[in-house]
């Protein structure tokens, strides 16, 4: 098993889609200094008529990601200090990235 090292493809980003947080679109709206509502109607989000919540549409799963850009071959997060909870934990101890590497168990 070769050790997780992330090299920056993109793969992850544009393959297996974001599943957000409730939270994670007023954390990025608030970093990109956009008005949340603007954000929300933007990227297709949706108020949760039953709470406060925020719900991404259904079809946000499996799509690229809004912010990935590149520089040359390089992946770039345009939300880096912001990304969502997925984001920084993949691809998880034990799981396989899109690019077929692993994280270890340390």
Same mark, same amino acid.
């Given at each position: 098993?070769?050790?997780? %090292? ?17 939270? *994670? ?7 990109? *200094?956009? $008005?949340?509502? *603007?954000?929300?109607?933007?990227? &297709?989000?949706? /108020? ?12 946000? $799963? &499996? ?5 990935? !850009?590149?520089?040359? %071959? ?8 912001? #990304? ?7 691809? &998880?101890?034990?799981? !396989? ?5 692993? #994280?270890? %168990? /340390?």
């Amino acid at each position: 098993m070769q050790s997780f %090292e992330c090299r920056r493809c993109g793969r992850c980003c544009k393959q297996i889609g974001i599943p957000w947080s409730a939270l *994670d679109p007023r954390k990025v709206a608030a970093y990109l *200094d956009i $008005d949340l509502n *603007d954000f929300l109607s933007r990227h &297709g989000f949706i /108020r949760d008529p039953c709470s406060t919540g925020i719900k991404h549409p259904p079809d946000f $799963d &499996g799509t690229a990601c809004p912010f990935l !850009t590149y520089d040359k %071959e390089t992946a770039v997060c345009r939300i880096y200090p912001v #990304r969502p909870w997925i984001c920084k934990s993949y691809p &998880g101890p034990g799981v !396989t990235c899109q690019a077929g590497l692993q #994280r270890s %168990e /340390r």
